[in-house]
């Protein structure tokens, strides 16, 4: 399974979204620091859930990051997201 | 050995009112995420300390424990954990930064940072 999908399924399960894309970013960062040639090391994630109502925005991010730990995050190099409730 | 730098970190975030934890340093950013912070802080003109985490890997570590936040950047403000790149960003664009300058009497320049939510709107 791509490092995509493992991000994508486990986003799906957790936060059971009213809005999910996750997008792999790498190919604009090649070269850069971090970027490792897997051509899965950047990715960018917009996500709308109710679990956010509520919620500052670095307990949101700190939700995703739980979600996607220890695996699939151990391989991304950086994640950016950009998480809303749903009211 | 992990808890003196916790302490270090502590101390680090309570003598400075805005640190920035980031790869690299404000003159040389090594990271794209870093340098946009650098970017913002700069060009609101605020003063603040950068403390480069590639040169001592302790804090590198420590900072992630003491936030419990995985990534780098990672800025300060008064002692309190504001958040990364994206949230610095996004704060930013919504004059959420602004209001939370205002709140602990951190020095910044309004015009500029009216400026930069206008170019960026």
């Not at chain 1, 090391?41 to 996607?68: D, K, M, P, W």
């Not at chain 2, 640190?19 to 913002?40: A, H, I, W």
């Amino acid at each position: 399974m791509t490092i995509q999908q493992q991000i994508e399924d486990r986003l799906q399960d957790a936060f059971r979204p009213q809005e999910l894309k996750v997008e792999n970013e790498s190919e604009h960062h090649r070269g850069h620091a971090g970027w490792d040639g897997s051509g899965e090391s950047h990715f960018r994630i917009v996500l709308c859930s109710e679990r956010f109502n509520g919620l500052t925005r670095v307990q949101r991010h700190r939700l995703v990051y739980q979600a996607l730990s220890p695996e699939p995050m151990n391989h991304i190099h950086a994640l950016q997201m950009e998480l809303t409730g749903t009211r | 050995m992990s808890e003196d730098i916790q302490n270090e970190i502590q101390q680090l975030v309570k003598d400075n009112d805005v640190v920035l934890f980031m790869k690299g340093n404000r003159g040389v950013p090594q990271c794209g995420f870093s340098s946009r912070v650098v970017s913002v802080l700069n060009y609101l003109e605020v003063t603040y300390s950068d403390v480069n985490v590639l040169e001592n890997p302790r804090i590198r570590e420590g900072v992630k424990q003491f936030s419990e936040w995985p990534t780098i950047p990672q800025l300060y403000v008064k002692g309190e954990f504001i958040g990364g790149c994206d949230i610095i960003t996004e704060m930013t664009l919504s004059g959420e930064l602004e209001t939370l300058f205002d709140n602990h009497s951190i020095t910044y320049s309004k015009e500029a940072s009216t400026r930069l939510r206008e170019h960026n709107s």
